[in-house]
């Protein structure tokens, strides 16, 4: 267990629904990563955040994808009006980025099934 | 060419011999390289860091890291069954126009190693 923790475990749902879902960080780190991996696939990133402030989205996201950071500590991802090629395991990670060190520690994950 | 990239195997070594995975990345401007131990099912496991050209060890693992080559590897000494894995190497890659210390966590789809008795 490396303190990171991802609600909920698995999600299955219809097409064209929405959903969302949580991430808690280890609670010292300031930057928290979403990333989507398929199969076969390394993890793919999505977006990550220094404390509130999104920093990097990747640019093949589709504008369905949106995540927020309130307070700089736990987070959100949500997907509005899922597609079966949304099937993936969602990864949220943590690291304390200070300038010299860029560690990630990742949590459990998320099982997204869209039928 | 992909950004980061790895033979995706499988490697199948002997227990006891040394498995060697290698990762190349396109990036000359990358600073930071990591590498993760996936089990079938499971999160990626932090195995190691190295942010310096040259070796770093850390129990039976050693990475090695060429910046000039553009070439990062992990090393398992006395290769155990339980190290059957997906091992994946990451590269922080900067963005054009990243600004503040910004950049894009990018990994390499992985190489399945296989420790038989």
């Known amino acids: 267990d490396t303190g990171v923790s991802q609600d909920p475990r698995h999600k299955i749902t219809k097409r064209g629904q929405n959903v969302t879902f949580r991430c808690d960080p280890i609670s010292e780190h300031n930057r928290l990563y979403w990333y989507r991996q398929t199969l076969g696939q390394g993890p793919e990133f999505l977006t990550y955040f220094q404390n509130e402030a999104q920093l990097e989205k990747s640019r093949l996201l589709s504008d369905r994808f949106s995540a927020e950071r309130p307070k700089g500590s736990f987070s959100t991802l949500e997907i509005q009006r899922t597609e079966q090629g949304d099937s993936a395991m969602y990864l949220c990670?943590?690291?304390?980025?200070?300038?010299?060190?860029?560690?990630?520690?990742f949590g459990p994950g998320t099982r997204l099934t869209v039928t | 060419q992909k950004e980061v990239e790895q033979n995706s195997g499988p490697l199948s070594v002997p227990e006891g011999a040394i498995a060697s995975l290698n990762c190349t990345y396109s990036d000359r401007g990358s600073q930071s390289f990591f590498w993760y131990r996936q089990y079938s099912g499971k999160s990626p496991e932090l195995i190691m860091s190295i942010y310096s050209n040259g070796d770093k060890e850390d129990g039976r693992f050693t990475a090695q890291l060429n910046k000039a080559s553009q070439y990062v590897s992990l090393l398992i000494r006395d290769s155990q069954p339980s190290d059957s894995a997906t091992y994946l190497c990451?590269?922080?890659?900067?963005?054009?126009?990243?600004?503040?210390?910004?950049?894009?966590?990018?990994f390499g789809r992985g190489t399945s190693l296989i420790v038989h008795p």
């Open positions: 990451a590269v922080n890659i900067i963005p054009p126009l990243a600004s503040g210390g910004s950049y894009i966590p990018t």
């Open positions: 990670a943590s690291s304390l980025a200070d300038g010299a060190t860029y560690e990630q520690y």
